[in-house]
Nanobody, 112 residues
Framework: QVQLVESGGGLVQPGGSLRLSCAASGSIFSMDWYRQAPGKERELVARITGTGSTYYAESVKGRFTISRANGKNTVYLQMNSLKDEDTAVYYC?????????WGQGTQVTVSS
């Protein structure tokens, strides 16, 4: 059974930084970060594959960086220059074979 646990969320001022972590119980091929703000659809923020390819949503490009630990059981989302529009619950998602696994989410609030 694959389980993912997010951490690192919290309250930060505009322009500040946070680093989110997602720890997986088992190796995952592709790891994604999603976010969902109130009244909005859940959106893909960033992705990193087992081969190291990355993808970023246009709204976060240049500000967010996704990375993977050497053991590939943990992924990080470094968030810099945060804006109030980044306020959302952030979820990690892992894909392994035919399975898709979601974490419980971590709240990120950007407010002055």
């Amino acid at each position: 059974q694959v389980q993912l646990v997010e951490s690192g969320g919290g309250l930060v001022q505009p322009g500040g930084s946070l680093r989110l972590s997602c720890a997986a119980s088992g190796s995952i091929f592709s790891m994604d970060w999603y976010r969902q703000a109130p009244g909005k659809e859940r959106e893909l923020v960033a992705r990193i594959t087992g081969t190291g390819s990355t993808y970023y949503a246009e709204s976060v490009k240049g500000r967010f960086t996704i990375s993977r630990a050497n053991g590939k059981n943990t992924v990080y989302l470094q968030m810099n220059s945060l804006k109030d529009e980044d306020t959302a619950v952030y979820y990690c998602n892992g894909v392994l074979g035919a399975g898709s696994y979601w974490g419980q989410g971590t709240q990120v609030t950007v407010s002055s």
